[in-house]
Structure formats: C-alpha cells, structure tokens
C-alpha cells in the first residue's frame, strides 16, 4: 500500500522516543484520511478497516491503546520522536523504511496499484499522472517517462484528474476502486496493474521489541482464526486479497 519516502527522519535523534512497551497507554498513529483503510467519521472518531484491526490487536495483546491522527507526510517522523508509538495507515512494508522504523508481519496482503482516468487512451508513459506525495506510487511514476505532480492528500490526487490536472492517478488499487464504482462510468481503470510493496504492515520504533512481538502475536492469531480474512472482505469486498 503507501509508502513515505524517507529524506529526513534519519536526522531524529535515536534517544528521542519512549520506548513504548515502558508506556502505560500504546498510541496508535493513523492518518484518517485514506478510506476505506482509515478515515474520520461523522461522530469524528477513527473509523476504518484499520480501526476494527487496530482494536482487535490491542484487546489480544492486552494493551490499552488511544488513536492519534497525523499528517501522512510527517508519520513516520513522529513516530521515531516518541509522538505516538505504532503506526497503522496502509503503510507499505518497504526496505527504504526499515532502515529507519521496524515493522510486524503484514495484517494486509501485497496488493496492485493501479491508474485511473477519464478516458481509457490516456498516455500513462508521457503524460501527466498525479500521486500522493511521499508515496512508493509516487516514487513509481518518476521512474516512469510521465510528468509527475504530486498532491498532500488521495482526494486532491483524484480531483486532479476530474479537474484535467492530470491525465490519470497512480494509487493503491483498493482506494481507488470505489471511486470509480460510484463514479457512473466518469472515471476507469486504465493501463496495466502494478505490484508494489510487500503488504501493510504496523509501523513501530526499533526499540520496541516487546511490544512488536506482542502485535505479531494477535496478528499471528487473527490470521489464524480467519477473524482477520473476515475483516478484508468486510472493507474491501469478496474479491480482496486474503490469507
């Protein structure tokens, strides 16, 4: 799913966080604003995929667990400077990251990205492709012969798009794909799906052994029960990827 690329964080003093198996309360970090993964609802509380997973996981690791919301581009960054102590926010597990925070097992299988636009001709290797800033679907399209803009949020990448921006969005294929279910045919899956990531997984300090092992643990036992698989489809539909 997403992934930050990383530039600054490695400037973050290393004593700076509070390892988080020593805190009385563990502080999941989301973004809340990449549904159906994580979201705000209209009571104003973390909703999501990632909020029934978030809570499962700490009721069977017995952890009392609180929800802190963070910019996407800054998550990271927060994390290693002890602002919250796990992040869960349809973060890619990536080799770039793990050089600076450590990571579970992925709760959320390797999944597709994929373009979408308003015309099925559009040129994805020489036009204009929006992306969310510091996103491995970012870093893709730079790699690509396309003109890359990037945006601070998913919306204003699809927005680019309806607004003619851009000529298509690269993104994470589960986000997309409502957006074009209740578009009414405005907007299509174009080009060829791209496997990015090696799926998502909890985002924690390299400190915090203790607790990483007892996140692996429920994770380990949601898989296993198929409490987890019944949660993917809940979200994400039938067709999703399971385990």
Not at 115 to 144: F, K, N, R
Not at 168 to 191: H, I, Q, R, T, W
Not at 203 to 227: C, N, P, Q, V, Y
Request: glycine content about 10%; proline content about 3%.
């Amino acid at each position: 799913m997403k992934s930050i690329i990383l530039s600054t964080v490695f400037a973050v003093a290393a004593g700076a966080a509070l390892a988080a198996s020593h805190s009385q309360t563990v502080r999941l970090g989301t973004e809340g604003a990449y549904p159906p993964f994580n979201f705000i609802d209209d009571n104003g509380q973390v909703s999501g995929f990632e909020r029934e997973v978030g809570d499962e996981l700490c009721a069977r690791a017995e952890l009392t667990c609180e929800w802190v919301t963070n910019d996407w581009d800054s998550i990271i960054p927060n994390l290693v400077s002890g602002n919250y102590d796990v992040i869960i926010a349809g973060m890619s597990i990536t080799d770039e990251r793990d050089q600076v925070i450590d990571f579970t097992q992925n709760y959320f299988p390797p999944a597709s990205s994929a373009y979408v636009a308003m015309a099925p001709d559009v040129d994805l290797e020489g036009g204009v492709v929006a992306a969310q800033t510091a996103t491995i679907q970012a870093g893709h399209v730079a790699e690509t012969g396309a003109t890359l803009v990037e945006f601070a949020t998913p919306e204003e990448t699809i927005a680019a798009v309806r607004n003619g921006e851009a000529d298509a969005v690269f993104a994470d294929k589960d986000y997309l794909k409502p957006f074009v279910e209740e578009s009414n045919g405005e907007l299509m899956f174009v080009g060829e799906d791209v496997q990015l990531g090696g799926g998502v997984g909890l985002g924690l300090r390299e400190s915090d052994t203790e607790l990483k092992e007892k996140l692996d643990a429920a994770i380990t036992s949601m898989k296993e029960d198929g409490s987890l698989n019944e949660l993917l489809k809940k979200w994400f539909g039938e067709d999703t990827a399971t385990y």
